[in-house]
């Protein structure tokens, strides 16, 4: 038996594991993003809404990946709308010295 689906991340927001597992790893833009304060890191992250391998997720974006976006897309969230990111993983380091996966935005696709 495949447990796949069973043991599948849970939840609104985008994991680097859901972006390891993807075949496309591409996510698309459907709201404008909102800025939102962290309750875990206490700091202001991007929140992009958006779709990835057909279900809906909250990419939780880094300073580092919103300007990657801002350089192809601008400053206005709304006109992101439509748009993909391609993603990707890649390995680093908690503030306690544990490698993690990260996402990182690879590509952005005008939409």
């Known amino acids: ?3 796949s689906e069973y043991t599948k991340a849970t939840g609104n927001f985008l994991k680097a594991e859901d972006v390891a597992n ?3 790893k591409k996510f698309v833009i459907t709201e404008e993003a909102t800025i ?14 958006g779709e990835f391998d057909k279900e809906k997720k909250i990419f939780d974006c880094s300073k580092t990946n919103a300007r990657t976006i801002k350089e192809v897309l601008g400053t206005d969230t709304k006109s992101w709308i439509g ?3 391609v993603l990707e993983t890649y390995k680093t380091k908690t503030s306690e010295g544990k490698l993690v ?11």
């Not at 304060?37 to 809404?49: A, D, T, W, Y």
């Open 1 to 3: 038996m495949d447990i």
């Open 22 to 24: 993807s075949n496309e």
């Open 36 to 49: 939102q304060v962290s309750e875990k890191f206490g700091n202001e992250r991007l929140h992009i809404q």
């Open 83 to 85: 748009s993909v990111l």
């Open 101 to 111: 996966d990260a996402i990182n935005v690879k590509e952005v696709i005008k939409g």
